[in-house]
């Protein structure tokens, strides 16, 4: 029987079982407690996904990929901290998410890190040159030297790690 049993006490009951029509006798039995939750089970698996979710999403910042655009990959990378983006999409370059014509860039540049300096922030030191792997040199150095002029302390190119 039910009773028997060691879980008698968390089985739930019919309650047609219940009924004093069908079951004469349920009047008289004692009231049986309601099947409880176990949160035990529950407030582990919580655990583990925000565990999970903190350890995804905690490992360093990313850059906003472009459709289309293949990064080259590095044997040697770090993570990086990202101040000012260069992306070089075709013959399109964009600072940040605005498009700058190629005679613009230097200037922008110069005004960038104007005004991070003014602001004395320790962020945007380094400038950071997304493109794709098939870009030639040619299209790539001038933003180097734009750099350079600008004073940006560190030029580091979007890499994918092996």
Not at 32 to 45: G, K
Not at 60 to 65: A, F, K, Y
Not at 137 to 145: G, Q, R, V
């Amino acid at each position: 029987m039910i009773n028997d049993r060691p879980m008698s006490e968390t089985t739930l009951s019919s309650p047609l079982l219940e009924a004093s029509v069908v079951n004469p006798q349920a009047a008289k039995s004692k009231a049986r407690p309601e099947a409880t939750v176990l949160l035990t089970s529950l407030i582990d698996a919580f655990s583990i996904l925000v565990i999970y979710l903190l350890i995804n999403f905690s490992s360093g910042e990313t850059l906003d990929s472009v459709v289309g655009m293949e990064l080259p990959s590095a044997n040697q990378s770090s993570e990086i901290v990202i101040d000012t983006v260069i992306k070089v999409v075709e013959s399109e370059y964009f600072i940040g998410d605005e498009a700058v014509d190629v005679s613009e860039i230097p200037k922008r540049l110069i005004q960038i890190k104007e005004q991070l300096v003014s602001e004395e922030s320790k962020k945007g030191m380094s400038l950071i040159i997304q493109a794709d792997k098939n870009n030639s040199f040619d299209k790539l150095n001038h933003l180097i030297l734009a750099g350079g002029q600008a004073g940006f302390s560190e030029i580091k190119f979007a890499v994918l790690a092996n």
